[in-house]
């Protein structure tokens, strides 16, 4: 039967020998003078020290005798080497000084080269201004007016101006579909709105069929135990004081505002999910409405640039435009003609 497999940091004599290791290292790396310019602050600890834990926590997690067996080598060799570097003329101790500046001028320049990326980051794109405004009338309706003025005709890329075209998605959602392919933003929005009406169906079939059907077993429940209690003649203290709600005759429905009963509660819910759908419906419609005025508003200014715009193709103000209007069509051949 082979045995488990050897796991360095489960085993005690490992165990004592690396923390034994550890702490004679940090006790070296105490003893050994700095510079100046690599004297730790008031209150900061000594680098060496630092790499040394920092080398063991990496280290930890190894469990191949090899590896462990290299860690465990260079351990003892830096031991022998912290232990003549006490000696600010000696070779040990020019090596350690030298490895400390190397590693604090790659430190420092890499916090230059991350600063110098961060000045160079273009500001963030500032969120273009909204199409459409809602405003709340008086009667608590709301409508929509458009935000962005129409392009003048002389910043039109080819004096052509171009009329979107109103869509209606399958959720009642209406959008302005200005140019192929669609905007990834517009796609993204469309589906979220879609997603949010599917939600809402969603709820609102629960509460109509399941959600509905448990309350009224809960309240009938409720009643049966409430009859039971009387024909015993005890008296149950109910939590809520009011009294309970009765059906209509011959309708079996609840009233909204009976929340103190689990199928008026459910109705009432489901009347404010009615609500809230309605809303968004009327907002669709005034929301279509205002599109179709910018529309129209596009298509009548089309109609009174169109003189300004032939103008600027019979006298070639347009690079290309009158050429591709002069040049002849090709003729389409016959069934036979060679």
Known sequence: MRGLPFVPARDSRHRHAAFALCRALLRQAARIPLPKDLRPAAGQPNPVQVL????????????????????????????????????????????????LRRRLARENGRITTNLWRRK??????????????????????????????????EKLKDGKRHIP??????????????KKPQPYLLSKIIR???????????????????????????????????????????????????????????????????DNSYAGSTYTNLKHLYATMRTQR???????????????????????????RRALVDGKGIEGVGEQQTKPKPRRRVLGER
Do not use: C
Not at 167 to 174: D, E, I, L, N
Not at 289 to 300: D, F, S
């Open 120 to 153: 160079l980051k273009p500001p963030p794109i500032p969120n273009p201004p909204p199409l459409l405004i809602k405003t709340t009338g008086p009667d608590g309706l709301d409508t929509f007016e458009r935000n962005i003025p129409p392009v003048p005709f």
């Open 52 to 99: 040394v834990l920092q080398q063991f926590r990496t280290n930890r997690g190894d469990t191949s005798p090899r590896l462990v067996l290299a860690a465990l080598t260079a351990g003892y060799k830096f031991l022998s080497l912290f232990s003549k570097a006490p000696d600010p003329s000696s070779p040990s101790h020019i090596e350690v000084t030298e490895y």
């Open 192 to 258: 979220d709105a879609a997603a949010r009406t599917q939600r809402q169906m969603d709820i609102m079939k629960d509460l109509q069929t399941d959600e509905m059907r448990l309350a009224k077993d809960e309240d009938k429940w409720d009643m049966m135990m409430g009859d039971l209690a009387k024909e015993a003649g005890l008296t149950i203290e109910p939590n809520n004081p009011q009294p309970r709600p009765q059906p209509r005759a011959g309708r079996g429905r609840y009233r909204e505002g009976d």
């Open 282 to 308: 009327l907002n669709n419609i005034a929301r279509a409405q205002a599109l179709v005025r910018i529309i129209e508003e596009e298509k009548e200014l089309a109609r009174e640039e169109g003189p300004r």
């Open 165 to 178: 075209k109103l869509f209606v998605t399958s959720g009642h959602v209406p959008f302005l579909r200005m």
